[in-house]
């Protein structure tokens, strides 16, 4: 099995990546702290296409530090950053986002069932890696996606988490 | 929405985990570099219950560094180190896993198609952060799967790409 070459991944240029179309989704990070996990999401947002990702509250914009783990694609993914869960929301209305959280509530649904299919543009909402979703943003979501968890720990790591959502939308989408 | 307590999540203990069945599937990592990636790959090893994780070559084996990522999943989950590509091979044919590459190769399967209906035991293997799975290991492999990317980057993080490809394989298990 012969390894393909960089050259024959096909991948876009940052600049080609702005002007491609993207996949009708978006990222919210609600106070996330790491810097090096919030580069990880970046390189997985760029890997999957997403139209953009916004930064809410101490959620770090990108940084030189950051790119240890966003590799460069924070060059690629387009950002935002608002300081308020107000301000967040009243953007991702204006564009028409419909937002779930990632968070594990009372009646969440269990992404072994959650379906886009009438869900055309969708806000992923994920939370700080101690407290999790904030619950002002809760109150403006439509409903929480779980991720079924069978082991000791209480949470998956968040660029983790995003990754497999990110995944199982694209999935949906092509399928 | 109300947030679960941690009580309600009806997580296993370590040694409840030992004892209860485990998914069909294990992990190989095949010369990964960083304890912290080591680490987060435990710990959604440990949500999505993998039988056992391989670690191989310069792959690190648990230390309390590697805790800051796997925040103790390297408790729960069940691991060994070999030194080589045979042994490790020769190990993992004794316990009948079918062994799947995560790799961007001629001819690898997307994972938008990948099944695993005849598939009855898996073993993925992930590479080295900048080499990949060695070609000697490729050599063992049934086949390889590669997650479709649509960005700038030429790969994903391994953790991510390990989180992505379990939470596949428990969807399919469960579906």
Redesign the interface.
């Known amino acids: 099995?012969?390894?393909?070459r960089?050259s024959e991944?096909n991948?876009?240029?940052?600049n080609?990546?702005k002007e491609a179309e993207k996949?009708p989704f978006a990222l919210v990070l609600d106070n996330v702290r790491s810097t090096l996990n919030v580069g990880?999401v970046f390189?997985?947002?760029?890997?999957?296409?997403c139209e953009e990702i916004i930064l809410v509250g101490v959620t770090p914009a990108p940084t030189k530090e950051m790119n240890k783990?966003a590799?460069?694609?924070t060059?690629?993914?387009a950002w935002l950053h608002f300081d308020t869960v107000e301000e967040t929301t009243q953007y991702l209305r204006k564009k028409n986002y419909e937002l779930w959280a990632l968070?594990?509530?009372?009646?969440?649904e269990k992404?072994?069932e959650w379906s886009i299919s009438k869900k055309s543009r969708v806000a992923f909402v994920l939370g700080n890696e101690v407290s999790?979703v904030s619950?002002q943003f809760?109150?403006h979501?439509t409903?929480?996606i779980e991720?079924?968890?069978?082991?000791?720990?209480?949470s998956?790591?968040v660029?983790?988490?995003s990754?497999?959502v990110m995944?199982?939308f694209?999935?949906q989408l092509?399928?």
């Open positions: 099995m012969r390894k393909l960089m991944l991948r876009l240029s940052a080609e990546y996949h990880s390189r997985s947002a760029d890997a999957f296409r783990t590799l460069g694609a060059e690629a993914v968070e594990q509530v009372e009646g969440s992404l072994l999790g619950n809760l109150d979501c409903g929480c991720i079924p968890q069978y082991g000791t720990k209480h998956l790591n660029s983790v988490s990754g497999i995944w199982e694209i999935k092509k399928g």
